[in-house]
């Protein structure tokens, strides 16, 4: 599956590298570079982040659905025991 950004947030992501190496680099990094930087990064580093998000939403939807019948669990056969109650002597 290819890791693929919005127009807007793909601008938004070259920008950030632009000032990231101006401010932390000692040479800066052009408008073209910077994207072919960000292409790198999403195609050799984006999916290991990717199932790294995919695989903590699994455990987390497993653990969810493993609560499940502790969340909505209902008593069976429980008309008569309320009766029940009421009848034992006192």
Do not use: C
């Amino acid at each position: 599956m290819t890791i693929e950004l919005t127009k807007d947030a793909r601008a938004q992501a070259v920008a950030s590298i632009e000032r990231y190496f101006r401010e932390n680099m000692e040479e800066k990094i052009g408008n073209v570079a910077a994207g072919g930087l960000l292409g790198f990064i999403l195609e050799e580093i984006g999916p290991a982040i990717y199932n790294k998000g995919v695989a903590d939403a699994q455990e987390r939807l497993q653990t969810r659905v493993s609560e499940l019948d502790f969340e909505v669990h209902e008593e069976e056969f429980k008309y008569w025991k309320k009766f029940d109650r009421q009848r034992k002597p006192k």
